[in-house]
């Protein structure tokens, strides 16, 4: 299990409560022995069970998810699922940023900056987390136990956000967008301690 899920006594694995409007989602990583390319493999069979607002128990299942087996070069050509990209490069932005929370708690600036450069480095490209990345770096100048507190607040985001059915790429801070057209718990902000202004 990639996404930081809690395993119950059962074996099942605790999803994020879903809201309206939105989906959660749950990242695996799945370890294979080699096969013959040309092959088709059964790789997972899922089932989905839940509680409705109204009490009344729910459950789903999914068919077994079957794949060939690609040689290579056909794995190399494949498409690249920018959505599954995205989430996984939320959740290895929330891992890293694990030893940036200890250091800006320590208090060492110095540390605190290499961390935010390799951060930037590695997740620039991402305009949301690059965004994010810069917020941070004015916190650290300002005051690191309220950028260890926004640390702390991005990971908890970044590993377990409910995603809008209709999310689009990121443009910009969505924090003081209006509740009637997104939900404050599905909006992108670029700091997450920030709650929206009220006039």
């Known amino acids: 299990m990639i996404s930081p899920a809690q395993q119950l006594a059962d074996g099942s694995w605790r999803m994020t409560d879903l809201a309206w409007g939105a989906e959660a989602w749950l990242a695996v990583r799945l370890h294979l022995s080699p096969s013959t390319a040309g092959q088709t493999r059964d790789l997972l069979a899922a089932s989905v069970s839940g509680t409705a607002l109204d009490g009344n128990q729910m459950q789903s299942y999914a068919p077994v998810l079957q794949l060939p087996v690609l ?48 951060l930037e480095k590695r997740f620039g490209h991402h305009p949301w987390l690059n965004a994010k990345i810069e917020q941070l770096r004015q916190l650290a100048d300002q005051d690191s136990e309220m950028m260890a507190k926004e640390v702390r607040y991005s990971m908890m985001r970044m590993s377990r956000r409910l995603v809008s059915k209709e999310e689009m790429a990121y443009a910009g801070d969505e924090t003081h967008i209006s509740e009637s057209v997104m939900p404050s718990f599905l909006r992108k902000k670029v700091s997450e301690g920030k709650g929206k202004k009220q006039d």
């Open 71 to 118: 040689d290579a070069a056909a794995l190399q050509s494949l498409p690249r699922n920018d959505t599954a990209y995205t989430r996984l490069e939320e959740l290895a932005f929330a891992k890293a940023s694990e030893q940036l929370r200890q250091l800006a708690k320590d208090g060492d600036r110095q540390a605190t900056q290499r961390a935010l450069d390799v």
